[in-house]
């Protein structure tokens, strides 16, 4: 017993929990208890191509930008109380580009000459996208955004001389503070130096996940093309990117909640009294201002930062299997036909 609990702290010294890989991975095989596929894409072209690559080194790009700077957290000591501003929305940034530069490889697609382009009425920016996944991917950024501003909400300045308990870093006058047991001291890791990046990679976020979708639902149609293969390929291609950023989107709501929790679970021990060295110490423990919701929070976060990778994971894996399936189905289609009616043996 004595050597698996040793091997099994050896594993997490290695792999920490709060490295995204380290759980992700578990949850991965976890969703393999549905083989089925969750991506399929149009029939063989430069679009398809395009999701290829987006899909597949997309994903796992946003998979080893997560893992690196979720690793660089857990070895780096943070001396100025602000030093994750970056790495936490690290892979919704990752996802936004990947987003953004997939639909700059979109527009290489030839377009029909003004004499051969279908006249269609403009449509919404949402009109190829799932509801069921704009619904979700709405409430996990409404999560991302409501905890950025409440931590620059709560947040405030300090006292060099004030009592400062927790992970107590270099001073600085910025307000990266909030106020510890009805101001008894303070802790750190609050406040817009912390979050202002994670908002502002929101933001962007949003803008280029409106502007892709807006010009691909209204990009000009040959004459000659169906409706339904139309909407097939457009409800597909809105279906990746929405995948992509939904990914990169909650592993960084992990990232933020790992954070905003272990900051909120602060807890800190007054002796009561000094007695002898054999003796237990009688403490009175206090909390910091939200530690009821704290704990939950920052488990949680572990949860979403490893589902995120998961399901990032999944996507690269599910996108090989759909290309591979359209290109059997296009072998099988290009295949001579046997006639029925053949010479008699």
């Known amino acids: 017993m004595n050597y698996l609990f040793l091997f099994v702290h050896a594993v997490q010294d290695l792999l920490p929990l709060e490295v995204a890989i380290t759980f ?14 969750i991506v399929s894409l149009p029939q063989p072209g430069h679009r398809t191509t395009t999701l290829i690559w ?33 790495r936490r929305p690290a892979p919704l940034a990752a996802a936004t580009a990947v987003v953004a530069f997939s639909a700059i490889a979109l527009r290489r697609i030839p377009l029909p000459a003004p004499g051969e382009r279908l006249v269609v009425p403009r449509r919404l920016w949402h009109a190829f996208a799932s509801r069921t996944l704009l619904w979700i991917s709405g409430i996990a950024a409404a999560l991302l955004a409501l905890t950025a501003a409440w931590q620059i909400a709560i947040a405030t300045t300090a006292p060099e001389d004030a009592e400062f ?27 817009w130096p912390n979050q ?8 962007l976020a949003c803008a280029v996940f409106f502007a892709v979708l807006q010009a691909d639902a209204n990009r000009p149609l040959f004459a000659r093309s169906t409706a339904a293969s139309v909407r097939s390929e457009r409800e597909l291609t809105a279906r990746l990117f929405t995948f992509i950023l939904l990914g990169g989107l909650i592993t960084t709501l992990g990232a933020v909640w790992m954070h905003t929790g272990s900051m909120g679970t602060a807890m800190v021990g007054l002796d009561e009294e000094w007695v002898s060295a054999n003796a237990s110490f009688p403490r009175i423990f206090v909390s910091g201002g939200y530690d009821m919701i704290a704990r939950p929070m920052n488990l949680l976060g572990y949860a979403l930062q490893a589902g995120g990778v998961a399901f990032l994971l999944r996507l690269a894996v ?26 008699r043996r």
Not at 24 to 37: E, N, Q, T
Not at 166 to 177: A, D, M, Q, R, S
């Open 54 to 86: 987006a899909g597949v080194a997309g994903s796992l790009l946003v998979v080893v930008v997560a893992t690196v700077l979720s690793a660089l957290n857990v070895a780096l000591n943070d001396a100025s109380g602000f030093d994750g501003w970056w």
């Open 318 to 343: 599910d996108t090989v299997r759909a290309a591979r399936a359209n290109r059997l189905a296009s072998s099988a289609a290009s295949e001579p036909e046997v006639s029925a009616s053949g010479p």
């Open 24 to 37: 992700g991975l578990i949850l991965f095989a976890l969703s393999w208890v549905s083989p089925r596929r």
């Open 196 to 203: 202002l990046a994670t908002l502002l990679a929101l933001a």
């Open 165 to 191: 308990f927790g992970h107590v870093p270099n001073y600085t006058e910025l307000p990266i503070y909030m106020r510890f047991n009805s101001g008894y001291g303070y802790l750190s890791g609050a406040g």
